[in-house]
């Protein structure tokens, strides 16, 4: 990731966590509805009552003020992790995360949300991305070692 999307990342941090839950609300409802094969691995009431929204913005908003610092993420990481495995999360599932991620920001920054924004949000998302599927490969990999034991 580029110093000056690192800049820009925290530049629009201020105005995102204003609209961080309508962000993830929003996401939900976009990506669920052309995603519907997603759908059965989230927790329905956690998404009627908003719980998931709050925890997905509080991830990606605690991401984006560290960027620097990604070090003071390590615990963090390792159990939205673990959540992840006990649901199956796969590597492939995070570019569609992504993209609702972005389409959801540009539609509640409005002008805010230039061409650079999203690009530097888009590098944001797919660094922390790599991180998690790192984490979660080693996690899988421990599992079917222990399965075959
Ligand atoms: C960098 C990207 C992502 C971030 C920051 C993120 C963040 C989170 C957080 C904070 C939680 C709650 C964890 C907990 O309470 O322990 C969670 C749970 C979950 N995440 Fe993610 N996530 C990401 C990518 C994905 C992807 C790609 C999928 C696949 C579709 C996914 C599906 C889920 C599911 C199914 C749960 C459990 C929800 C439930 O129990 O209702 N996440 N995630």
Redesign the pocket.
């Known amino acids: 990731m580029l110093d000056q999307q690192k800049t820009i990342v925290k530049a629009t941090l201020p105005a995102l966590k204003v609209h961080g839950e309508e962000i993830t609300r929003y996401f939900y409802q976009e990506m669920l509805g052309a995603h519907p094969e ?1 759908r059965s ?3 329905a009431s ?2 009627a009552d908003g719980t ?1 929204a709050k ?2 913005a ?3 908003l605690a ?1 984006a003020g560290n960027i620097d610092r990604l070090d003071l993420l390590g615990t963090a990481v390792n ?2 992790a ?3 495995v006990r ?1 199956h ?1 796969q590597a492939d ?2 570019p ?2 992504g993209k609702y991620l972005l389409i959801a920001i540009k539609s509640v920054l409005g002008e805010a949300a230039t061409p650079e924004v999203l690009e530097a949000w888009g590098a944001a ?1 797919g660094q ?2 790599e991180i ?1 599927i790192s984490i979660e490969k080693g996690m899988y990999a421990e599992a079917a070692a222990v399965a075959a034991d």
């Open positions: 997603l691995m989230f927790n956690d998404q998931q925890r997905l509080g991830a990606i991401y159990q939205i673990r959540s992840h649901v999360v599932q995070y569609i995360v998302y922390l991305a998690m």
